[in-house]
């Protein structure tokens, strides 16, 4: 059966393309704050981040490290504080050697262990000791000014810092002591030397931390960013492409896509993005090719007719005609006029089709129309053998298949088909019609034992203009319509249509039944 009558596929309408290959839109609005690249900012804020926490553990190191050494000074200041003069030693016998002189020492300050800088000050019945530890067994004297601030201080049993004239500061503990107070001090000058010094070797490590942070994030982010790079890259390689005409194919892809990194992640959009082009391109340039081929046949169809009727008025303009013959060329006029007029109709058709416009929906008998079409084809075409089956019930009689829709489409569609099988299948083919339930469906199908169709051909020749054979020839008067109609109101209706070929052809059109839609 069925081979319809010649061309190319859907008319659809275009939308402008952007130019792919134009370089990046301009943005409205003030420049971005920072111009450096993603890497530089990495590292800065890498370093940045490093440099902080350096400066924290070095703060905290510097704090409890003065901590420490305060507590030190205060533990040994206590100790001074409380210490006694040595009693009195023999020179002959087994104990300490006396100091320079022989003499016992009666101020605690020339006892041996003294620190350097430690500083005394006792008021005791009325009578001041005072001195400073200026070496080993060598004793000083405190200046006026520095008796005056040690005595002021609160004699509370609290240690304090204190700033003594000429020397700098000082941790001090001021006591009772029997018959007045005593006021001991230990310098922080070597507290203090510690600290700077401890400073500055967190400067130096830290510092070439930093550097060294900061030279291997680079090298690591440069490294780990090197794919994003690549997808640079191809990118810029893609927009060199000419993707604005012709059969485009983008093969290339990245094979930086593993989902677990951002990097990844941005090259699996690539791909998806480039996949997604590329169909868009080929569904473009088959839709271009479908617009040619339809241009063509559809201009070759009105151009025949329009050459017929031209002919056949130039004949009747210049010639003077036998009254029998000027009736055959006004009928011819007549009959392209009339095909134009049918060609056109189809063509506003399918336009309307394609736009959605809903059609009727009344209950229709599928039963009914196929035995319709069945006389209608008997009538048109007696030289084929039709045959009409329909569906029976339990009780053997003829059982109502129906569905929803618009009849007069729903006919339109029935005649099509059998007149596609008068015009491809040779006299005495055998046609038959048959209307079933096949599970939720309405099933019609028209069946011939003609020679079938071409190979391949099962799914193209519902398209407009479509032909079993490279030709433009018009077949039985045919627009090549007709079955791309049928397959648009078929699908208006919900359903679907389709083709086979073995040993002849079957065309099958699947409706949803009436019950089904209601439902």
């Known amino acids: 059966m069925t081979r319809p009558a010649g061309g190319p596929e859907t008319v659809r309408s275009r939308g402008t393309r952007p130019d792919l290959r134009a370089g990046p839109a301009r943005r409205s609005g003030p420049a971005p704050r920072s111009r450096l690249?993603?890497?530089?900012?990495?590292?800065?804020?890498?370093?940045?981040?490093?440099?902080?926490?350096?400066?924290?553990?070095?703060?905290?190191?510097?704090?409890?490290?003065?901590?420490?050494?305060?507590?030190?000074?205060?533990?040994?200041?206590?100790?001074?504080?409380?210490?006694?003069?040595?009693?009195?030693?023999?020179?002959?016998?087994?104990?300490?050697?006396?100091?320079?002189?022989?003499?016992?020492?009666?101020?605690?300050?020339?006892?041996?262990?003294?620190?350097?800088?430690?500083?005394?000050?006792?008021?005791?019945?009325?009578?001041?000791?005072?001195?400073?530890?200026?070496?080993?067994?060598?004793?000083?004297?405190?200046?006026?000014?520095?008796?005056?601030?040690?005595?002021?201080?609160?004699?509370?049993?609290?240690?304090?810092?204190?700033?003594?004239?000429?020397?700098?500061?000082?941790?001090?503990?001021?006591?009772?002591?029997?018959?007045?107070?005593?006021?001991?001090?230990?310098?922080?000058?070597?507290?203090?030397?510690?600290?700077?010094?401890?400073?500055?070797?967190?400067?130096?490590?830290?510092?070439?931390?930093?550097?060294?942070?900061?030279?291997?994030?680079?090298?690591?982010?440069?490294?780990?960013?090197r794919p994003l790079d690549d997808v640079a890259a191809l990118a810029r390689a893609v927009t060199d492409l000419p993707l604005d005409r012709g059969d485009v194919t983008l093969t290339v892809r990245t094979p930086h896509a593993d989902p677990a990194t951002e990097v990844g992640q941005v090259g699996a959009a690539l791909n998806e993005l480039l996949a997604h082009v590329s169909d868009a391109m080929t569904a473009r340039h088959a839709s271009e090719q479908q617009v040619r081929r339809f241009v063509a046949d559809a201009s070759h169809e009105l151009r025949t007719s329009l050459a017929a009727i031209a002919g056949y008025t130039e004949l009747l303009r210049t010639r003077d005609l036998p009254p029998e013959d000027r009736a055959g060329a006004l009928t011819r006029i007549q009959s392209e006029s009339d095909r134009m007029r049918a060609f056109v109709e189809d063509l506003l058709l399918l336009a309307r089709l394609d736009s959605g416009r809903a059609l009727r929906s009344e209950p229709v008998d599928l039963g009914l129309l196929a035995a319709d079409a069945t006389m209608d084809a008997h009538a048109a075409s007696p030289d084929h053998r039709w045959v009409l089956d329909?569906?029976?019930?339990?009780?053997?009689?003829?059982?109502?298949?129906?569905?929803?829709?618009?009849?007069?489409?729903?006919?339109?569609?029935?005649?099509?088909?059998?007149?596609?099988?008068?015009?491809?299948?040779?006299?005495?083919?055998?046609?038959?019609?048959?209307?079933?339930?096949?599970?939720?469906?309405?099933?019609?199908?028209?069946?011939?034992?003609?020679?079938?169709?071409?190979?391949g051909f099962e799914s193209a020749m519902f398209d407009r203009f479509a032909r079993g054979e490279d030709s433009r020839e018009r077949a039985h008067g045919s627009t090549g319509l007709g079955l791309a109609i049928s397959r648009a109101i078929v699908e208006a209706h919900g359903g679907t249509i389709s083709a086979s070929s073995a040993g002849g052809t079957v065309v099958t059109v699947r409706l949803p039944p009436a019950g089904a839609e209601d439902g």
């Open 390 to 455: 329909l569906a029976l019930g339990p009780d053997e009689e003829v059982e109502a298949v129906e569905v929803r829709g618009d009849e007069a489409r729903l006919r339109q569609v029935l005649a099509n088909l059998t007149s596609n099988v008068a015009a491809h299948t040779p006299p005495g083919t055998t046609a038959t019609l048959a209307v079933s339930i096949d599970g939720t469906d309405a099933v019609l199908t028209v069946v011939d034992d003609g020679p079938g169709l071409p190979p």
């Open 37 to 225: 690249a993603l890497r530089h900012r990495l590292a800065v804020l890498l370093a940045v981040v490093a440099a902080i926490v350096l400066a924290l553990v070095a703060l905290a190191s510097y704090v409890g490290l003065r901590a420490d050494l305060l507590a030190q000074v205060d533990t040994r200041l206590e100790h001074t504080s409380g210490a006694e003069p040595p009693p009195a030693v023999d020179p002959g016998s087994t104990g300490e050697d006396p100091p320079p002189g022989g003499e016992v020492p009666l101020n605690p300050l020339d006892s041996p262990g003294q620190e350097i800088g430690t500083v005394l000050y006792r008021e005791a019945d009325g009578a001041t000791q005072s001195g400073i530890v200026l070496a080993e067994f060598s004793v000083g004297d405190l200046t006026g000014d520095q008796e005056e601030a040690l005595s002021a201080l609160p004699v509370d049993g609290e240690i304090r810092t204190i700033d003594l004239p000429d020397l700098g500061p000082y941790r001090v503990l001021a006591s009772a002591a029997p018959g007045g107070l005593e006021v001991t001090g230990l310098p922080l000058d070597p507290v203090h030397a510690t600290l700077r010094d401890a400073a500055i070797r967190h400067g130096v490590v830290g510092g070439a931390g930093l550097l060294m942070i900061a030279l291997l994030s680079g090298l690591v982010i440069r490294r780990e960013l």
